[in-house]
């Protein structure tokens, strides 16, 4: 095939288009609100503003005092403090409040109302606390200029709890707006089925491919426009490319990656723009390419990923999602010997699975890239590097996790 | 303090809760196109109306030939046969197809382009290919009748790819109204919120707990409606929560657990409908309740959960997100000792360390439910159940995946 002799390695390509996407990222961020940014990819390093607590604020419901007030009570030898109401308490004065308020100046302690009993003009507590005891402190949760979140960390819903606790209303959130393009006579966009027997009167098959890709631009916390399937036609797939260019940074075709006689997108492509790799060792996912075009006076990158739903979802992960969203790894036992070849990157799927009280992984068996049902049973992926030929059972093995 | 006295064990806290679910959820469904099915919850098990592929189809770019008449062909003796147009062959007759198309009848295998060359009529080929070869089988996917995807997994874009491309255009997904209302006096929307100077001027704090339970109710795939804060005022708050009950199937409260004066949520509930917890055994979490109401004929359900944002996360996880979106638990050895209680299950917040080429669990140290800054630095969290005093150094412990 033409492309075998420009293959590079998976970690080649996959810093070609890291570099790429870094000078392409430069100013590509919105600002969000803060209860719009979950999910989002965040672009800034964010620093706390301010304390948290902002002030020495009570735990408890029940009374501020000074701790040494109270050195010493107990529920047959209660103290007595007298109540008031002022923001700042002196010796041998108490001062109600409730969870979350603010400590009055001058005390450092709170004694649960549990332990006291309120009368007009004063109140029995019936038990001694010490300096600090039912207190949040100052900055006891997060300092002033703490880092809170990086640049490139995906927004969950623990940091707009903990951004928005620090008063900041907008956060610089990544904006790329991605185009999906998938390529094929064969192809039948949903909207267009009336019926199952229709796809197999016509041997067309559903175009699943630009929903599949679409939400995993989602899923990485970014904004996909999915186009109407593009006919295998040179002069409908360019103008369908150069729109897609025009509307979004990033294109991403699937289909049309291989030689057939029908597969114009690279030869599209190496006219608009520039080919950075096409062919790349991994496996499966060969076939999987990248150029950057400049478009009225804007850079603009493209994928040309396969047409094949494992493939092209695993070209996706390798290149885009590793990009904005890396998986979380852990290390475990594999369950039984796996192989691969020196000189290309396996990634296989497996599953999580129980063994004799230990979690290890099992490697789902499967034909060729097209088999779409072990994607939905993998729990995450291994990677079988280009410098190794495989793994023993029982050998440790990093596994990424969906 | 008053619950204390009917504190359940978390397991029967999430018995009582999941079974509310079950009875509740029955009819709680919608159909959704399956291009905006991604993150939802599915409702149903849904199986293959058909086999993919759906024919044999063409792994390749090539021709379409009965296997039996290319035995023997190679570079130096190659083997010639009759270009057909038909959708059906005979013997020494080939058919030029692409990738994924459906092999006419009588053909067996296909021969890549890369091994012919084609003249007017014929072509000449110079491999021999066995039956099957470089052909996606009927059904070599997915089988007719195969589960595809079961009642309660979330739908991923691998469940999209595969659900669209067996032609199903919509499916049955959870569907869930659920209100989030955030009572405190001290509570600030982010709205109002002008600068964050205001907060320290008036001891006021953001109320981002129903900005964090919102996005975690949109992360467990359902869909949240967030009120404005409530004061603690009794008949607002009543007002609130009634209103919330109507327009929704689900509300959950945050603030207004524990026993203080002003908190009034439990004591409303009371009036409306029916407490079937108050209190459970959990740490931190405890003051977390549980509710039904019947509202115009309707049952409803109420969280009542704490103010503290950590212990409101842990209240969401243990008994909401844990029925409809379970996490990903794997087991690892933990770096270092840690106790509990028996008696009490403590959730327990961790991160994935990298020690001596293993992956480990570090609990992270907080200081009190209210260190949101935890929340954001775990990797997932582990339980010590209620029958366990903790854990030692080394000791295989199940943590469960953010």
Redesign the interface.
């Known amino acids: 095939?033409k492309f075998v002799k420009e293959l590079i390695s998976r970690s080649d390509a996959k810093n070609k288009v890291f570099e790429k996407f870094e000078e392409m990222l430069d100013d590509k961020f919105e600002n969000i609100?803060?209860?719009k940014a979950?999910?989002k990819i965040c672009f800034e390093d964010v620093h706390a503003?301010?304390n948290?607590?902002?002030?020495n604020r009570s735990?408890m419901?029940g009374y501020a005092v000074i701790a040494e007030d109270t050195f010493g009570a107990s529920q047959t030898n209660p103290i007595i403090l007298n109540l008031v109401k002022t923001d700042s308490i002196n010796e041998e004065e108490i001062y109600r409040l409730?969870?979350?308020?603010?400590l009055p100046e001058n005390s450092n302690a709170v004694v649960m109302?549990?332990y006291t009993k309120e009368y007009d003009s004063f109140v029995e507590i019936y038990t001694g606390v010490h300096p600090n005891e039912n207190v949040?402190r100052i900055g006891?949760?997060?300092k002033t200029g703490?880092l809170?979140?990086k640049k490139g960390e995906l927004i969950?819903?623990?940091?707009?709890?903990?951004i928005?606790?620090?008063?900041i209303?907008k956060i610089k959130c990544y904006s790329l707006k991605i185009g999906v393009i998938a390529t094929?006579d064969?192809l039948l966009d949903?909207e267009d089925?009336e019926?199952?027997e229709?796809?197999?009167k016509t041997?067309m098959?559903?175009n699943?491919?630009s929903?599949?890709?679409?939400?995993?631009v989602?899923?990485t916390g970014l904004s996909p426009t999915?186009y109407r399937k593009v006919p295998?036609n040179r002069e409908e797939l360019e103008k369908a490319i150069k729109k897609a260019l025009l509307e979004n940074d990033i294109v991403i075709t699937t289909g049309g990656t291989?030689?057939?006689?029908?597969?114009y997108t690279i030869e599209i492509i190496k006219k608009i723009g520039n080919i950075i790799f096409h062919g790349v060792q991994i496996r499966p996912g060969r076939p999987v390419g990248f150029a950057e075009a400049e478009i009225d006076g804007k850079k603009k990158l493209l994928f040309v990923l396969s047409?094949y739903?494992v493939a092209s979802?695993v070209q996706f992960e390798l290149f885009i999602a590793n990009y904005f969203k890396p998986r979380?790894?852990?290390?475990?036992q594999i369950n039984r010997n796996i192989a691969s070849s020196l000189g290309r990157t396996d990634i296989v799927r497996v599953k999580?699975v129980?063994r004799e009280?230990?979690?290890k992984i099992e490697p789902l068996r499967i034909?060729?890239s097209?088999?779409?049902?072990s994607?939905?049973k993998a729990?995450g992926y291994l990677m079988i590097k280009e410098n190794i030929e495989g793994y023993e059972k029982d050998e440790?093995v990093e596994v990424y996790?969906?």
Chains 1, 2 share one sequence.
């Not at 969950?156 to 903990?162: D, F, G, I, M």
């Not at 929903?211 to 995993?216: E, H, R, W, Y």
């Open positions: 095939m609100e803060i209860n979950f999910g503003p301010c948290i607590p902002m002030f735990a419901d409730s969870t979350g308020m603010k109302k549990e949040s006891e949760d997060v703490d809170i979140i969950t819903p623990y940091h707009v709890a903990l928005s606790s620090l008063g209303k094929g064969e949903i089925l019926s199952v229709q796809l197999e041997a098959i559903v699943s491919n929903m599949m890709v679409s939400d995993l989602k899923e999915a295998d291989s030689v057939g006689d029908r597969d047409g739903p979802a979380k790894s852990v290390k475990l999580l129980e009280g230990f979690t034909t060729g097209g088999v779409l049902s994607m939905t729990d440790f996790l969906f």
